[in-house]
Structure formats: structure tokens, C-alpha cells
């Protein structure tokens, strides 16, 4: 489990730094990127094994990232979980439309963010 490749894309410098620190902690790579253009960018060059993505970022937001990923051959398979402060069926039921794994409300906790690992990635 420990050499996975996580992807954590937030626009909120506190959530992807705690993210981070909390993942590496555990022993994952952790690769961040702070809007979907810039995850777009390194996606290819970072391969993760499995993506966690903010919903309400500017410029291109979570559910537009969430579809461009899943619409790609290559990384149609990886799992997207997406993280959002908001807890409603409304945006629980658009995650999973754009092909997201899972739906975590912030804040979340270590064992979310692993569990969530454990139970999308085969290892």
C-alpha cells in the first residue's frame, strides 16, 4: 500500500497541505495540485493511483475535473473522491454522475482519507 501515488487537488492551501502530511505519514506519495488545470498538467507526469478532489475550486472545479478525468482512456479506471464542505444529496448525486468513487465532507480524518484509499485501489 505504502508506494501508492495519491493526488490530493485543492484550492485551499491548509487542505492540501494537511492532506498531504497526513498521507505521507502513512507512507503514500502525495503529489498536489491547486485547481483542475494544474491537476491536468501533472496527472500524466504523476500517474496517481488514486485522486482526491475538492468541488468548489475557481477556474475549473471539481465535478469539470472529476468528468475530464473520467472521460480520459487512461485514467477512466482511477478512483476520484471528492471533497467538499457541503453535504447535500444535490451534490452527492452530481459526484457520482461526473463518475466520482466516493463523496468525503470536510473536514475529514486520516482514517477517511486511508480507508478510502484501502477500498478503491487494489494493492
Known amino acids: 500500500m505504502s508506494s501508492l501515488k495519491v493526488m490530493v487537488i485543492d484550492d485551499s492551501k491548509t487542505i492540501r497541505r494537511t492532506a498531504e502530511t497526513l498521507l505521507q505519514r502513512e507512507g503514500f506519495e502525495v503529489v498536489t495540485a491547486v485547481d483542475g488545470f494544474e491537476a491536468l498538467s501533472k496527472i500524466t507526469e504523476a500517474n496517481p493511483n488514486i485522486i482526491f478532489i475538492d468541488i468548489m475550486m475557481p477556474r475549473l472545479d471539481g465535478y469539470q475535473t472529476c468528468a475530464l478525468i473520467k472521460n480520459s482512456e487512461r485514467y477512466k479506471n482511477t478512483p476520484v473522491i471528492m471533497l467538499s464542505s457541503k453535504d447535500g444529496l444535490f451534490d452527492r448525486a452530481k ?21 478510502a484509499i484501502r477500498k478503491h485501489v487494489k494493492s
Open 95 to 115: 459526484g457520482q454522475i461526473v463518475g466520482a468513487n466516493e463523496y468525503l465532507t470536510k473536514p475529514f480524518s486520516k482514517d477517511e482519507l486511508v480507508d
